[in-house]
Each structure stands twice: as C-alpha cells, then as structure tokens.
C-alpha cells in the first residue's frame, strides 16, 4: 500500500508510522521529498520505527554508523547517505529508543533543528526569487506593453 502525506515535523511523522504499524502495517520504503510511503502488511505488531537525522562526509561513515546500529538488533529501512532522514525499525522493541542519554537526544534535537533551518531558509529565498516574477506577471502593464512597437516597420 502507498501512502502520500507531507510533514514539517520528523517526531510527527514518526509518531504517525508507529500509528500505521499499530495498524498493521509496516514501513517498506520512504521518499521524504515527494511525501510517498510504502507500506507492507504485518503481523508483528511489538516493532516500533524510529527517525534519526544525520549527515555523512563518507560513504564509509554512513555504512560505519549503518553498522553500528544494525549491531543493536535495528533494520535500516530507509535514507541514504544524502538524505538527512534515516528511517529504523526495531522488530522486537526491547529498546525501543536510539539514543541511550540525554546528551545522544540533546544532539539529535539540534541536527533536527538545523536540518529545518536549512529547509525553512531555502524555502524562503525560493519565495522571494517567485515573488518577484509574480509581482511582474500581476503587473499588467509590464506584462503586454511593448515599447517601440508602433515605430516598426515590416513584419
């Protein structure tokens, strides 16, 4: 089953993945950017999915922290080395949080923080480059007025 839904907030969509696993369905694949989630039917209702946000220099260090966590019994479902969103499931929810202390979900908050500064930042500058061209699109006096166009001559 494919699913399409947008969110701006990781700890609501991640809360909303455990809904539709509590429901019966298990997250196969996510594409963040395009809001579509595909989902898979499943009888084990004990998992729970968990979000991280994180970013690699490396491939090495992408695959060294995929390691890592796959080492503690969690299932990389989703993200790659570029997407900032990395999607876990842990299929017998004895730990059922990736981070062990405070400071491990202090560090997660502020990469989460970052990672939508950076997206509300681009948003905005992609906002005031449209708003000009839509300030000249309602202008409509610049849209069909054409200076000269009567001292032509010929086609």
């Known amino acids: 089953m494919r ?9 609501k969509e991640e809360k909303w993945l455990n809904q539709m696993l509590q429901k019966g369905w298990v997250l196969k694949s996510a594409n963040t950017l395009c809001g579509l989630y595909t989902f898979e ?6 998992q729970i999915i968990r979000l991280d946000c994180q970013s690699f220099p490396s491939r090495e260090k992408f695959q060294d922290y995929q390691t890592l ?10 993200g790659t080395r570029f997407s900032t969103l990395q999607y876990w499931l842990n299929p017998s ?12 979900n202090t560090n ?10 950076s997206l509300a ?23 069909f007025y054409t200076p000269g166009i009567w001292e032509m001559e010929g086609l």
Do not use: P, V
């Not at 699913?3 to 700890?11: I, T």
């Not at 930042?121 to 849209?143: G, R």
């Open 121 to 143: 930042f681009f948003c905005l500058m992609m906002m005031f480059i449209t708003f000009d061209n839509i300030k000249q699109f309602f202008n409509l006096k610049s849209a």
């Open 3 to 11: 699913k399409f839904k947008l969110f701006l907030d990781a700890r």
């Open 69 to 78: 966590y796959e080492e503690f019994g969690w299932i990389h479902i989703s």
């Open 41 to 46: 039917a499943t009888a084990n209702l004990s």
């Open 93 to 104: 929810n004895q730990t059922d949080a990736l981070f062990s202390d405070e400071a491990s």
């Open 108 to 117: 997660y908050l502020q990469r989460l923080t970052t990672f939508y500064g």
